[in-house]
C-alpha cells in the first residue's frame, strides 16, 4: 500500500483505537462529540475503562486491525506499539509522544528507530497533537478545539499543535475541514500530505504553518499538482528572524532556513505568503470562497471618504489597481448619488442614498459593471444581537442583486475585524456574499489571489526545485583566472587577459592595448581590493610597472586584463549551497559596497529566464540599466544571457559547487562582463 492510501485510510477511518490513559481518553470523548459513527476501541492494560468506554489488555485483544490509531504512550512504549501494529499489517497511527528528534541526537536516533519500527505504515507525528476531520466527524485529537462540521473547506496543515488548537478557535467565518498537527515529521513530509488532500473534492484550499521543510523538491511538486488542480495554498512561516528561527530549532528540530529563500521559493510556486494569523485567516477564507483572481484590479464602495481613503492607501501599498470608472458609469452614478458626490474609485456614496435599495442596488451595479476583478463594499456593523441592522441588510441585498446581475466578484469587509458580528458572517455567507474582516487583510488577500491566479496560469512553466546535493567538507578555491575560464566555457563574457608574472606585466599589456587592469592572482586572495592587489585605469607602461612593483613585495602571479566601461551599472551574480535548497542564486547591486547596500533577491535553481528578468526588475541597480535620468542603456538581454550562463554553470556542477561569485558583472551599453570572479568546488563528489 503506497504511503497515500494509507495517508486516506488514516485520516478518514472506520475503526479507530487509542492507546493510553488521559490524553487517549480525551480522544475518545473528541470522537464522540464530533460525532465519528465508526467503532472506537480502547487500550490500557491497568485501566478497566477510557471516557466510559472498555478496555483491553493489548492490540491482540481487539476485534480487528483500526484503520487509525492514537497513541499516547512514553517513547519507548509508543515504538512497540507501533511495531505490534505494523506487524498486524496496520494502515496507519498518530504517535503522541514528545522527546524524539525535537530533543537532540538520543532523540533523534528514537525516530530513526519509529521510521523503522512503522515500515510502511504512514504516521502522523511524534510530538503532534493529531488531527481533526471535520467532514466526516474524526478527532484524533486529545484537547479542546473550537471547530464544527461542515461540508467543504480548507486544510490546515501546521507544524505546531497548539497553532493547530488556536486556528480552531477562529471566529471569522472560514469553514475549516482538517486540521492536522503534524509534529516532526518523522515519516510523512509536508508534500505527502498536500497530495493526500487534493485527492479530496472538498477540500478548497490548504493552509499552512511551516518552520522548516525538509525536502523542497518534493514540496515544490506538490505544490505544482495543487496549481494544476487549481486548489491554493496559503503559508504562514515562522523562523523569519534570527531568534524565532532559534526557537525554531528547539521546537521540533526542523531546519529554519534562510528566510529570502522560503520567499523565493513561494514566490516561484504561487503560494501566498502570509505574516500574520490575522491575514493567515482571512486570505484562507477569500481563496476559499472567492478563489483566484485573473488580475489585481479592484473596485471599492463605502459611504465614508476616510474608508475610502484607507483603501486606496492600502491598495497602492500592495500594488493593486484601482482604475478610474468608464465614462458611462461615471455619469450614470452621479445622477443617482447627486451632484455632491464625488465619484471615482474608491467610490464614497455618501449617505444620500443609505437605506435606499434601488439606488444602492443600482450604483453598486454600476461599479460592478467595470468588470473589476473583485469589488469590496465596506461595512461595519454594530455590535450585538439585539441592534437594528435593516439599513446594514438593505445594503447587503443591493449587493446581491448587483451581484446576480453583473455576475461580477463582490464581498463585503469591515473596516475592523471586530466589527462584523458572528449572526452578520452567518447571514453574509449563507447569501453566499464573504464576511471579510480588516480592509489591509482583505486587501492583501485580493493581492494573494491576484498572484496565485497568475500562478495557475502559468504552471506549465513552473518546473520543481532542483534536487540539493551534499558535497564533502573538503574544498578547493580557484583562482580569479581559472574561475572566469571555467565561466567562459559556460558562455559569460569575460575580459582579454593574460596570466603572466612580474617581468611579464608591461609586456602582456602592451599586447592587449590599454588601459588595462593588473591584479594579483592568488587562489587565497578572495578580496583583492583590500589586500591591495587590484590596480584599475592604467594607460601606460609606466603606470603597469608601478603597480606592478607595489604589488611584487607580496605576489609573484599577476593577471593583466583590458579595462571594461564605461558600466551603467555593476551587478552581483552569486552561487551558494543551503543546507535546506541546496544550490541558489542571488542577484544584487554590487561593486565594493554590496554588504552596504543590501540590494538582493534570491532565486532557486533550475531558473527561467522570466524569473531573472523579474528578480533583476526589483533591484535599485534595475533603474540604471533601463538608462537613468536620460544617461545610457545597459544591454538588458546581455545581462540575462550572462546570469543564464552562470546558472547553467552551477547546475551542470551541482554534485561538487560549494559558491560561486561574480562581483562585478560590469554592465555596459553592449555586454554584460565578468569583471572578476570566484568559484569554490568540492574536491569529489557526495551525493545525498
Known sequence: MSKQTALERLLRPKTVAVFGGDSAAEVVRQCKAIGFDGDIWAVN???????????????????????ASFIAAPPQASLQIIRDLAAKGATGAVCFAAGFAETGAQGAELQQQLREAAGDMAIIGPNCHGYLNYLDGVALWPDEHGGQRTDQGVAIITQSGNIGINLTMQRRGLDVAYVISIGNNSMLHMHEYIDTLLN???????GLYIEGLQDVTGFSGAAIRAMQKGVPIVALKSGRSSRGAEITMSHTGSLAGSDQLYAALFARLGIARCNTVSQFLETLKFLSVVGALPDNTIGSMSCSGGEAAIVADNAELLGLETPTFTDRSVKKLQALLGPNVDVSNPLDYHLYVWGDYDKLSASYAEVLGNEFACTLLVLDYPPGDDNDDEKWQIAERALLA????????????SSLPETMPEKVRDRLKTAGITPMQGIEDCLLAIRAAAQIGAAQRNVANIRPVAARTRVPGDSTILDEWDSKQALARSGVSIPDGKVCNQDETVTCANSLGYPVVLKALSAQLAHKSEAGGVAVGLRDAVAVQKATDRMAADFDRFLVEQMIGPGVAELIVGVSRDDTFGLTLLLGTGGTLVELLDDTVSLLLPVRRDEIRTGLASLKASTLIHGYRGGPAGDLEAVLDAIEAIARYAEANSDTLIELDVNPLIVTPEDAVAADALIRIGTHDLKE
Do not use: F, N, W, Y
Not at 58 to 65: K, W, Y
Not at 402 to 413: D, G, Y
Open 45 to 67: 492494560p491497568k485501566r478497566k475503562e477510557l471516557a466510559g468506554m472498555a478496555c483491553v489488555a493489548s492490540l491482540d485483544d481487539l476485534p480487528g486491525v483500526p484503520d
Open 200 to 206: 479530496d473534492s472538498r477540500v478548497t484550499a490548504i
Open 402 to 413: 448587483a451581484v446576480a446581475k453583473t455576475h461580477q466578484r463582490a464581498v463585503i469587509v
